[in-house]
């Protein structure tokens, strides 16, 4: 860890400059947003980090809650291989698929969520899952921010609006709101047990994001859509651009939540320490 | 009857005399739902046909609050004489207690609208261009998706600091799907157009009943006994 973080900041650093010159000088200019859709290297690449790390919070609850519990477990474990299994055939069997997505993209979704939540099964222990979902919901709501603050300043000069309620940009705002909660939750819990309260919002949260979406994208479509530029193609000279932001972020994102989650671990053991001496030295202790 | 059945029915019996008698939580949520109707009434002074177009959305906000000052005392109740504590360590299932909870919630909310109703008729001036019979399912359906999630979250928010600030904290983003069901059903109905319908709603609201109360269920036990 002490040689290893260092070197992975360095690394990260040249990697963040590296896409920025990408983003800025190399990336061709939009033809009819002109340099103002440069902000887009920067807005999709937090979006996707943010959305994928409230992902793992999401995994890490659900392993933390049903870990209490041996039959949950076992459930747990055959239901996430069935949605593996049925992604991976799904996509192929359904015709036809939502446009944008092919049976490819569904299969390795479906993938990476079986290797997410086993991988997190395997390695982190009860008490690591609870500071996995900790770590990766403060630094979520940090990145959601970016998207939510970088969203009107690019929509300003390109719809002449800052703010629509169109179904992403609603559904971002109420996960952005949710997590925000979940954080306000932990922070005011006087329970011994906030990890089990906050694991129960985060299901809740989980439960939540499909019917929000859902339920603004019924109610904005009977409304004139607003001027959206959804769909078409990219340039592929833009998604290569985009692609090595995005790794950009994900090397910070991962780097953060590292050294955060390392910071967590350390709390929690000195506050562990101190408490079994107090335990054990019942005098020698008072502070 | 079985026994977790015979455990809810008690409890809600006694949650029920309990507020015959006191009548905490009925009077302050009129009293807070009667003065977002007035105060809403003097700001906006809306005429018959705009009325119509903001009836739902203030119907359902002015509820929703007023349902928050319940849910605040659901729990808090339970706090004096360690009653709650006692119900932890009886063998009697936890999903007992949070059902009757949250039906004494949905039998209370359902009086203060039952009352509230024809005042915001009255000062609204709102009659239904649509079929008006549909409110009803909308209205049971929306109470109850409110109710059974301000239900748990009040239990959640038992165990931290301002824990009446806290609720709506944790109820809010999770109820908007709701409640832009509740609002635009409500909006569809009054309007009346017939182009449009609000048979979408209402099953996106049976929707989100039918997730959250087997999510509630599914995790009630754990957060009960979250000390």
Redesign the interface.
């Known amino acids: 860890m002490k040689k290893t973080f260092p070197i992975l900041g360095l690394l990260t650093a040249a990697l963040l400059s590296y896409a920025l010159y990408e983003a800025v000088v190399v990336a061709p200019r939009e033809q009819t947003m002109g340099d103002v859709q440069r902000i887009f290297y920067y807005h999709v690449p937090s979006a996707w980090t943010a959305f994928l790390l409230f992902f793992i919070n999401f995994v890490a609850s659900v392993q933390y809650l049903v870990r209490r519990n041996p039959p949950a477990d076992k459930i747990a474990n055959w239901v996430v291989i069935a949605i593996g299994v049925l992604t991976c055939v799904g996509g192929y069997v359904i015709k036809p698929l939502p446009q944008g997505m092919y049976p490819s993209s569904v299969a390795t979704t479906g993938l990476a969520i079986v290797g997410i939540y086993f991988l997190i099964r395997k390695y982190f222990s009860d008490q690591e899952t609870d500071i996995l979902a900790l770590t990766t919901a403060e630094v979520g709501v940090v990145f959601c921010t970016v998207v939510l603050v970088t969203g009107p300043l690019w929509a300003r000069p390109v719809w002449g609006i800052w703010w629509t309620w169109d179904v992403r940009l609603t559904s971002t705002l109420v996960l952005w709101l949710i997590y925000v909660s979940y954080l306000v939750l932990r922070r005011f819990s006087t329970s011994g047990q906030t990890p089990v309260l906050a694991a129960a919002l985060a299901v809740f949260g989980a439960l939540d994001v499909p019917l929000v979406y859902f339920s603004i994208w019924f109610f904005r479509t009977q409304h004139p859509q607003p001027v959206i530029g959804g769909g078409g193609s990219i340039d592929p000279r833009m998604l290569h651009v985009l692609l090595i932001n995005w790794l950009a972020f994900l090397c910070f994102a991962f780097l953060v939540c590292w050294s955060r989650y390392r910071l967590e671990r350390l709390q929690r053991d000195v506050e562990e320490t101190l408490a079994l001496e107090a335990l054990l030295e019942p005098r020698s202790n008072v502070r | 009857m079985s026994a977790p059945a015979g455990i809810t029915l008690v409890t809600l019996t006694k949650d029920i005399r309990l507020e015959w008698r006191s009548k905490d939580a009925i009077n302050s949520m009129l009293f807070f739902a009667l003065l977002v109707v007035v105060v809403f009434s003097f700001s906006f002074d809306p005429n018959a046909e705009e009325s119509r177009l903001i009836a739902g959305g203030l119907i359902w906000v002015a509820f929703l609050f007023a349902a928050v000052v319940a849910l605040n005392q659901t729990w808090a109740r339970e706090l004096r004489n360690q009653v709650l504590d006692a119900y932890r360590v009886s063998p009697a299932p936890a999903n007992a207690l949070f059902l009757a909870k949250a039906v004494g919630n949905f039998i209370f909310v359902a009086i203060l609208e039952a009352l509230m109703t024809p005042l915001f008729i009255m000062f609204y001036k709102l009659r239904a261009l649509g079929p008006a019979w549909q409110l009803l399912p909308v209205a049971i359906l929306g109470t109850w998706a409110i109710v059974v999630?301000g239900t748990?979250f009040a239990a959640?928010?038992l165990?931290?600091?301002?824990r009446e600030i806290?609720l709506p904290?944790?109820l809010?983003?999770?109820t908007?799907?709701a409640l832009?069901?509740l609002v635009?059903a409500t909006t569809t109905i009054l309007l009346g157009d017939p182009s449009?319908s609000a048979k979408?709603w209402i099953v996106?609201l049976a929707?989100?009943d039918v997730?959250?109360t087997t999510?509630c269920l599914a995790?009630f036990e754990?957060?009960l006994h979250?000390?």
Do not use: D
């Open positions: 999630n748990f959640m928010s165990r931290t600091r301002s806290m904290l944790l809010f983003p999770i908007l799907p832009i069901s635009e449009t979408f996106l929707t989100y997730v959250f999510g995790l754990t957060v979250a000390e």
